[in-house]
């Protein structure tokens, strides 16, 4: 029997292998994610920028309190990354009526851990921070931030298993209208709560975290209706059944907990980078945002690319292409490469240009530059080695990428530490830790794609 992948609306069929990871269909796949990316990432900006002019304190603060609700959202992301690997094998099957069970209970249980995720962080962000923080300044803005921030999870939990649904069917198109929607609706909210517009409160820093939480609910809101007037839910038996079953909500966990402990554990990293950097003073943690932000903002192209990887790779197997995988991987790295090189290039040689998005102080302004410059080229790493992760995690092998991130995360912890407490550094030395990670996980990575029983995975 004849298999079959559907990429949005062009069918492609196992006998006509040149055109399964042809750069157009990967492209056609790609180019939705970026725009969600870039409209996820113009909150990112968008909050930096503004927040940056109100003051260090409040700058600082919102690196330490993001990249902490980046951590917990990761793990939401984390289940939708496993489903999204169920749905697009099931997809690759033409095993359509499969995928409404995958999606329904993912739901379910992505609603109930936003409850659960939400009261501990109610309960228990006013004691972590309190530890962690050392600064009374960055502390209060930090809390202030997060006391409404968290009611996001609500909305970006149920957000992204949608997402993963999409995605997994390569029907990408619906993201393009998703990322105007949050984008925009963050930027005019941003405006009006950050400095208190057209008779709205000023609420600085607070106002940051209600306008994302506001955008990513107007982004549900869409998600909902697009998909009851204009997808198939007989076709995928979505919504057929939103009583739980436990099996399928196993089968996407044996997938997905590496993945999310990977990502929980990744992300929490990061947060101790932060938590450092703020122990170095109050600039230096000004300047590491500013750099949080110009970096996220250059990963966009590759952060999509690897996306794509992951879901053409399960898609593939599906079909039974696997003898495909490693040229797709390759070719997808190669387009990385060519999407994020100008990108550096123009990011290196203009650093301030860039630091002025986020700042008019002259004195912060020439801080940023050294960190800036090193970001830039790390995202070279960046683009080739999270193409990498995203396919071994798309072979299903989801507990090798967690225990590649394992080994990759001792050392880069030990540097970052050494760098930023043990032996101060300036800051741009203690990016150099990006360095150390993406070459780790990708070059482990890589070696089991290649020599790795990826093959033998069964899901």
Not at 165 to 174: E, K, M, Q, S
Request: net charge neutral; proline share 2%.
């Amino acid at each position: 029997m004849q298999n079959n992948i559907t990429f949005s609306d062009v069918t492609l069929h196992s006998s006509n292998l040149a055109l399964v990871n042809s750069t157009k269909n990967i492209l056609n796949i790609t180019y939705p994610i970026i725009l969600t990316l870039l409209a996820q990432n113009i909150i990112n900006v968008t909050d930096t920028a503004f927040l940056g002019r109100v003051s260090e304190v409040a700058l600082g603060a919102s690196a330490i309190a993001g990249v902490f609700y980046f951590a917990i959202y990761m793990v939401g992301f984390g289940f939708s990354q496993g489903a999204q690997i169920l749905i697009g094998r099931r997809n690759g099957e033409a095993n359509y009526k499969q995928i409404g069970p995958i999606f329904n209970n993912s739901l379910i249980f992505n609603g109930t851990f936003a409850l659960f995720l939400f009261v501990v962080s109610a309960l228990g962000i006013p004691h972590l921070m309190k530890l962690l923080v050392s600064s009374d300044q960055i502390y209060a803005a930090t809390i202030e931030y997060l006391d409404w921030r968290i009611y996001g999870y609500f909305f970006i939990f149920l957000n992204v298993v949608f997402r993963s649904f999409y995605v997994g069917i390569t029907d990408t198109r619906i993201l393009t209208t998703s990322a105007i929607i949050t984008a925009l609706t963050n930027i005019i909210f941003d405006y009006l709560l950050i400095f208190g517009m057209f008779g709205f409160p000023e609420l600085g820093i607070a106002g940051a975290a209600i306008a994302s939480v506001i955008a990513e609910a107007a982004t549900l809101g869409y998600l909902i209706l697009h998909t009851f007037i204009y997808t198939d839910m007989k076709k995928y038996g979505l919504f057929s059944s939103l009583r739980v079953d436990f099996k399928t909500i196993g089968q996407i966990l044996n997938l997905s907990i590496f993945i999310m402990f990977q990502f929980l554990i990744s992300i929490s990293t990061w947060f101790l980078f932060f938590i450092f950097i703020e122990r170095m003073g109050e600039r230096p943690l000004a300047v590491t945002n500013i750099g949080r932000s110009m970096y996220i903002l250059l990963m966009i192209p590759a952060s999509a690319l690897s996306t794509t990887a992951g879901t053409l790779v399960s898609n593939m197997i599906g079909s039974g292409l696997k003898e495909e995988v490693m040229s797709t991987v390759n070719k997808i790295i190669r387009i990385a490469i060519l999407f994020v090189a100008p990108l550096i290039i123009f990011t290196f040689a203009f650093p301030e240009l860039f630091a002025h998005i986020y700042t008019d102080d002259e004195s912060l302004v020439l801080a940023s530059v050294p960190v800036i410059r090193v970001v830039s080229i790390a995202v070279i790493f960046y683009a080739v080695a999270n193409v990498v992760v995203n396919a071994v995690s798309g072979t299903g092998s989801a507990k090798t990428a967690f225990y590649i991130e394992m080994v990759t995360l001792i050392f880069y912890i030990s540097y970052v530490y050494f760098t930023a407490i043990l032996y101060p550094q300036s800051v741009a030395i203690v990016w150099f830790s990006e360095f150390i990670y993406w070459s780790f996980i990708g070059g482990l990575g890589y070696w089991f794609l290649q020599k790795g029983k990826w093959h033998e995975n069964r899901i």
